[in-house]
């Protein structure tokens, strides 16, 4: 496994700190692991890119 850095703004970074405290994870980045992780399982269950752009458009992170 490989080691990479992500920036958050701070705001981000404390809403993410208080919910992995009180979700029980061992650390932001456990937390932020398991919730990508989650997300990409729930993409890749698409049957075509068109779908995942699809989904993606829905959620919001593509216009």
């Known amino acids: 496994m490989f080691k990479t850095t992500l920036k958050f703004d701070?705001?981000?970074?404390?809403?993410?700190?208080?919910?992995?405290?009180?979700?029980?994870?061992?650390?932001?980045?456990?937390?932020?692991?398991?919730?990508?992780?989650k997300e990409l399982a729930r993409l890749e269950e698409a049957e075509s890119d068109e779908e995942i752009v699809k989904k993606m458009k829905g959620l919001g992170y593509l216009e």
């Open 10 to 37: 701070k705001n981000l970074m404390e809403r993410i700190k208080k919910c992995s405290e009180l979700a029980g994870y061992s650390s932001p980045e456990e937390f932020v692991q398991h919730i990508v992780e």
